[in-house]
């Protein structure tokens, strides 16, 4: 297997955005930029030069009508969506992956590992106020990140040790049965009809961020050398999640995250998805 670099990584995650955006545009869902992606697209101009991942967020109708249609609406099978409904990611919330590429992430067991991504997640419309999803969920996300964690690894030395004693037991647990919960508490929370606010329960863990829904007029906003959308409100979504998201932490604040990609060598990919990363280059050069 090819060792992918960071550049590597986000040249494939650009590839994956752009595949997320034609299908969004063609069946009229709309998604937005979000978190660090947000971020950097706002004051980098792309990605944070430290940051490796990529992140949208979609309103919930939006984002099931998209895991419901995307293998009909894909142009490759060198792209698909990955989560705990399919049994293919430990993850409560959905991962666009590119198939031809695996990740090693340092915190979680290696069995986990999914390719390459853009991380979805869907907003929920809320009671304003109430807390109960958000309590519920952190204590199921802290169940399931022990479930998945690997033991060997850890941020200091108490970390490893607390691992080390609690994993054994934890790892008795289904994971995908707690990323389960997970969504199906946010979806519960869900008041299923438009609300003044809206929030990502699935992927806040044990913060509470509720986003006025007025934020979330789509307008283009340019990354690296692309276009993508992005809530209308980004500078309130921003000051909502991060406080001063002007000022560059220095560089003991930077959130890194720590993986080892690999690009799979044709013998691993399956005799479908090669054919169909053939065509898809053909496709290209063509276009060219």
């Known amino acids: 297997m090819e060792r992918l670099t960071i550049d590597d990584m986000k040249e494939i995650q ?42 949208v967020v979609m309103l919930r109708a939006d984002y099931e009508r998209l895991i419901a249609g995307f293998d009909e609406w894909k142009s490759s099978d060198r792209f698909s969506l990955a989560w705990y409904r399919d049994g293919k990611s430990i993850y409560s919330f959905v991962k666009l ?17 999914t390719g390459v991504w853009v991380d979805i997640f869907p907003l929920e419309d809320l009671k304003p106020g109430d807390r ?4 519920k969920n952190a204590l199921l996300s802290l169940v399931r990140g022990f479930i998945v964690a690997d033991p060997s690894v850890g941020s200091s030395a108490f970390v490893k040790l607390v691992k080390r004693i609690v994993c054994p037991f934890a790892r008795r647990l289904d994971a995908l049965k707690y990323a389960r919960a997970i969504d199906e508490n946010a979806r519960d929370a869900n008041r299923g009809e438009r609300s003044d606010v809206v929030a990502d329960i699935v992927g ?9 829904r007025s934020l979330f007029d789509p307008v283009e906003m340019p990354f690296e050398d692309r276009v993508f959308l992005a809530p209308a409100g980004y500078e ?29 060598s044709l013998i691993h990919i399956s005799e479908p998805t090669r054919q169909a990363e053939i065509s898809y280059a053909v496709f290209c050069l063509k276009k060219k």
């Open 204 to 212: 806040t863990e044990n913060k509470i961020v509720e986003f006025p």
């Open 132 to 135: 109960r999803p958000y309590r």
């Open 236 to 264: 309130r979504f921003l000051e909502l999640q991060y406080g001063d998201w002007r000022a560059i932490p220095g560089d003991d604040d930077r959130e890194i995250h720590t993986f080892e990609a690999y690009r799979l």
């Open 14 to 55: 650009l590839e994956l955005m752009d595949e997320l955006d034609r299908v969004c545009r063609e069946q009229g869902i709309t998604y937005f930029l979000a978190y660090g992606s947000l971020l950097g697209a706002v004051r980098h101009g792309g990605f944070i030069p430290w940051d490796d991942d990529m992140d």
């Open 97 to 113: 992956v590119d198939t031809t590429t695996r990740v090693l992430e340092n915190f979680v067991d290696k069995k986990t590992s």
